[in-house]
């Protein structure tokens, strides 16, 4: 199979801020056509990575190539194809959204059309309200038209740190299926940062991990999050005659750990079945299965640090 074009690589990137290393030799690459997740905690460095690749500020040391081009020599043309929201977008909140749009295409000095304005407008789902002052919409409504103002030069690569920070639900499913949209319709290549696993999982095909400014893991969505590997706790009415019959069964060095009601195991999907069969057999009573996958778990535990 051919592999797809690389559109961004980050080789051994550091960034020190004085003493302090925010970002510690990450390296990864994002392909065309990829929803690419950039996963970590609050304070992990993804927005360093990520204003590093838009050059707003400079790597210690390491290399990026965007487009295939050194980022350092040729920052201008590369610029020119990155649509980004690095922080919450800014409007002028007295003029309209249309208004708005047309003032960001001059500034960016693309020749942008009415026509397409008003396609941009309705891609984002705000046909009706472009009249409207900026200072009436909602939160979500502004993200929408901060995406809106990323694609005014036709940009290849979208880059989106944490744009569902501070969204309702909606505001969140909205700019999924967005998401989902420049990748599917438009065909751009999106690099999107957050700190919340499910969300990536759900629009990501490709996605890394980092914490303390070091990379976890990085992969395939799909692949890193249905490994075989399961955190299963059985809870149930006895646990220690549950351990004894548990302890001649080839299940035994499945077990993790005890607790006054429950037993957690690592292990496979197909166990799960088997371990609950040889547990009601013997009379105990399983009151509840949790299944967690371990890279969520492991997840979870990082955020919860
Ligand atoms: P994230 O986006 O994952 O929340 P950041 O990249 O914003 O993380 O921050 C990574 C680390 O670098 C944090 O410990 C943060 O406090 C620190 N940091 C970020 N910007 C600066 C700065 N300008 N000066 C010093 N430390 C910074």
Known sequence: ??????????????????????????????????????????????????RTILSLIKATSGHIKIFDKELNTNRNSILSKIGCIVEKPDFYKFLSAEKNLEVFARISGANVSKTKIHELIEFVGLKGREKDRIN??????????????????NPDLIILDEPTTGLDPQGIIDIRNLILQLKNKQHKTVILSSHILSEIELIANRMIIINKGETVVQGSVSELLNAQDLIVSFTVNDVEQAKQILAESRFTKDINSFSTSSILFHTSHEHIAQINKLLCANNILVN??????????YFLKLIAN
Do not use: W
């Open 1 to 50: 199979m051919l592999e797809s074009t690389k559109i961004v690589e980050v080789k051994n990137l550091v960034k020190n801020y004085g003493s302090f290393c925010a970002v510690k030799n990450v390296s990864f690459d994002v392909y065309e056509g990829d929803v690419f997740g950039f996963l970590g905690p609050n304070g992990a460095g993804k927005s360093t990575t990520i």
């Open 136 to 153: 009436g919409f909602s939160h979500g409504m502004k993200q929408r038209l901060g995406i809106a103002q990323t694609l005014i030069h």
């Open 288 to 297: 509840a299965i949790e299944t967690k996958r371990k890279l969520e778990d």
